[in-house]
């Protein structure tokens, strides 16, 4: 099994600050025949449940903010927001989906 | 735009079985490019994938919940359904079922329902 692990457990950003959160899984999830990386992230805010924010490690949602990226290939990923704002305040969880589906065991992200 | 509503007991009973029910609306179940997959949050955890669905039947389980989970579906009432048997406290969570491209990662997700194993 693929096992997800991200880091830091959770952190701490001013108003308008950058905030990165990294996502390392056990094996590859670069699908060679394709050159795809198998990687979403999701946000998942107080009482609701998650919602995608990125898929294929780097390509947004239609309707996420341009301030939510997704980097990294291979077996290390990184979501960044880059000038945080009060209603990014959420749990954030990477998943792979290269072989059937594992998450990350999340991020929380608060206002410093 | 399609929904999805996660119905079943909010209270289940030590060593029985937790049975939900996921009802689809504002689209197909047969739709040819989607899955169908169970997903459960402990209370103050992170997320578990349960088991994953095609509407011709094909299943897939997490290996760690496959000997106690049963994943199905109703193409006539447009659901699909979990069963876990031989339920224990570690069962309880919010369980979520949700729309599954045909790659895996998940595009519509329901608003979950809490299960509470206790006697």
């Known amino acids: 099994d693929i096992v997800m692990t991200q880091s830091p457990d959770s952190l701490a950003v001013s108003l308008g600050e950058r905030a990165t959160i990294n996502c390392k899984s056990s094996q590859s999830l670069l699908y060679k025949s394709d050159n795809k990386n198998y990687l979403a992230w999701y946000q998942q805010k107080l009482g609701q449940p998650p919602q995608l924010l990125i898929y294929?490690?780097?390509i947004r949602e239609s309707g996420v903010p341009d301030r939510f990226s997704g980097s990294g290939s291979g077996t290390d990923f990184t979501l960044t927001i880059s000038s945080l704002q009060p209603e990014d305040v959420a749990v954030y969880y990477c998943q792979q989906y290269y072989s059937n589906l594992a998450f990350g065991g999340g991020t929380r992200v608060e206002i410093k | 735009q399609m929904q999805l509503q996660e119905s079943g007991p909010g209270l289940v009973k030590p060593s029985e079985t937790l049975s939900l029910t996921c009802s689809v609306s504002?689209?197909?179940?047969?739709?040819?490019?989607?899955?169908w997959g169970w997903i459960r949050q402990p209370p103050g955890k992170g997320l578990e994938w349960i088991a994953t669905i095609y509407y011709s039947g094909n299943t897939y389980y997490n290996l760690s919940l496959k000997s106690r989970v049963t994943i199905s579906v109703d193409t006539s009432k447009n659901q699909f359904s979990l069963k876990v048997t031989s339920v224990t406290a570690a069962d309880t969570a919010v369980y979520y079922c949700a729309r599954l491209t045909h790659y895996y990662y998940i595009e519509v997700w329901g608003r979950g329902t809490t299960v509470t194993v206790s006697s």
């Open positions: 504002g689209g197909s179940i047969t739709s040819s490019s989607d899955y």
């Open positions: 294929w490690a780097s």
